[in-house]
């Protein structure tokens, strides 16, 4: 079974028997896995019926994870002229790695800088003061 479905026709399907998600423009039937996820049913049963493309990527699922979702695929999404497309910002860098996987979400590698500097930048006028008041 393989077609064309607009997002509509997708939220349709989103119960846990008759279950559909998105994911990357294409469209997959999990409700035979969703007993199976080794992530559990519930983070499945809210994403029904919708595009789980950020979910599924933010998750870093291995490639046998991406192998099941080949099994169910059941067809292509089309989109309504002028639908805007969804938000996978993150999921774009993540393809565009070198490795074409990342676990860190946008945004974590200047946090940890950040981080490191105020460190630095302490450890540094700490040291200064220290030295100071040993001169006195
Ligand atoms: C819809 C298709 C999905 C498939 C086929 C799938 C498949 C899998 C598989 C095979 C694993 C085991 C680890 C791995 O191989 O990566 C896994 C783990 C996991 N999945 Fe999914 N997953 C799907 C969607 C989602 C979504 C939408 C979420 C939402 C947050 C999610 C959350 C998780 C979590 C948190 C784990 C880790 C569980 C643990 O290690 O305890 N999954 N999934």
Redesign the pocket.
């Known amino acids: 079974m393989s077609g064309q479905f607009s997002s509509a026709e997708v939220s349709k399907h989103s119960s846990k028997k008759d279950l559909w ?1 998105t ?1 990357h423009e294409k469209v ?1 039937n ?1 409700s035979s ?1 969703v007993d199976e ?4 049913e519930e ?2 049963l ?2 029904g019926g919708q595009d ?1 493309t950020e ?2 990527e ?9 192998e ?2 080949d099994g ?1 695929l059941v067809g292509d999404l089309k989109r309504a002229p002028g639908e805007a497309a969804p938000k996978t910002g993150a999921t774009d860098k993540i393809a565009a790695g070198p490795g074409g996987r990342s676990d860190s979400g946008p945004g974590f590698g200047i946090a940890v800088y950040a981080v490191l500097l105020l460190g630095a930048a302490v450890a540094y006028f700490g040291y200064n003061y220290v030295q100071n008041q040993e001169g006195k």
Do not use: T
């Open positions: 998600v994911i997959y999990i896995f996820h080794p992530g559990g983070v499945l809210d994403v789980a979910a599924f933010d998750v870093g699922h291995s490639d046998e994870a991406r099941i979702l169910l």
